[in-house]
């Protein structure tokens, strides 16, 4: 199977309109431990988001859970139809994904004014990065997020061992010492299409073999919890069961780069 599909040409608004214009059993699971994973801090300080495409989501349930904006948001993802969506979201252009259903469902469960928690994220200094995430990061994000997030990226970016377990390891290679980590994943997923007729790839995952490629990626964590979560009834597509969620904080003592 190709490893590479045209990612530079990602359906973005296909995407956020399929995934999340409503909350439902998936969403509501993947925010709620978006928000879990922050839960130990009163600040978000940097944040960073690996292959976060262009949704905000597990973003808005951590400045939910939190009441305070990141300082910094460090966003990476290789394609730039998604970069643009998030650009417009927080330009306010005319035409950009509406997250109404998302920040409606964030005020209720949160007890948080979504204007205002909609301009902490947008208040934050943004720094979009067009990165392919095979490759290491560049030096000047090494150790830089206080809190790093990737979710449903790197298992649907390639079906092989070896090259999750070298994706995976840029999240360590992004965190400080300490840093707060928020992983989701697609449990037993299968290679899957979008909008056309391309074929994305996917790892299997669940929860047991998911630690041990953490480990293999060099992630050392003084905490993890690892949960599996639920699937939509109907399910968005008929080629997974659920959802897989990591989240604990990194020891303090820096691995080696
Ligand atoms: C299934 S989407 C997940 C988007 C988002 N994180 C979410 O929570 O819905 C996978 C994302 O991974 C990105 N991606 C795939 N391969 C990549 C690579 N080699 N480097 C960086 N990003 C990549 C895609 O562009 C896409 O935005």
Request: proline content about 7%.
């Amino acid at each position: 199977m190709p490893d590479s599909p045209p990612l530079r040409r990602f359906p973005a608004r296909y995407y956020l309109e399929k995934y999340y214009t409503n909350v439902g059993l998936e969403n509501a699971a993947f925010m709620r431990a978006a928000a879990r994973s922050v839960r130990p801090v009163e600040r978000l300080g940097v944040f960073a988001e690996l292959g976060g495409g262009p949704s905000l989501c597990a973003l808005f349930a951590m400045v939910a859970a939190t009441r305070v904006g990141p300082t910094r948001v460090v966003w990476m993802d290789v394609a730039s139809s998604c970069l643009k969506e998030v650009d417009d979201w927080l330009r306010m252009e005319a035409g950009a994904f509406d997250y109404a259903a998302v920040l409606q469902w964030l005020e209720d469960e949160f007890d948080v004014d979504r204007s205002e928690l909609a301009g902490r994220v947008r208040g934050a200094e943004w720094d979009m990065r067009r990165l392919d995430l095979h490759r290491p990061l560049p030096a000047d994000l090494w150790g830089v997020g206080d809190v790093v997030g990737s979710h449903f990226f790197a298992e649907s970016a390639t079906g092989d061992e070896e090259r999750f377990v070298e994706m995976t390891s840029h999240i360590g290679q992004a965190a400080s010492p300490g840093a707060l980590i928020a992983l989701s994943y697609i449990r037993r997923s299968r290679p899957y299409r979008l909008q056309d007729d391309t074929l994305y790839p996917a790892l299997s995952l669940d929860e047991d073999n998911l630690q041990p490629l953490l480990a293999r990626a060099g992630l050392k964590f003084a905490e993890l919890r690892v949960e599996r979560g639920p699937i939509d009834d109907p399910p968005a597509r008929p080629d997974y069961d659920g959802m897989v969620f990591a989240t604990g904080s990194l020891r303090r003592t820096k691995r080696s780069l």
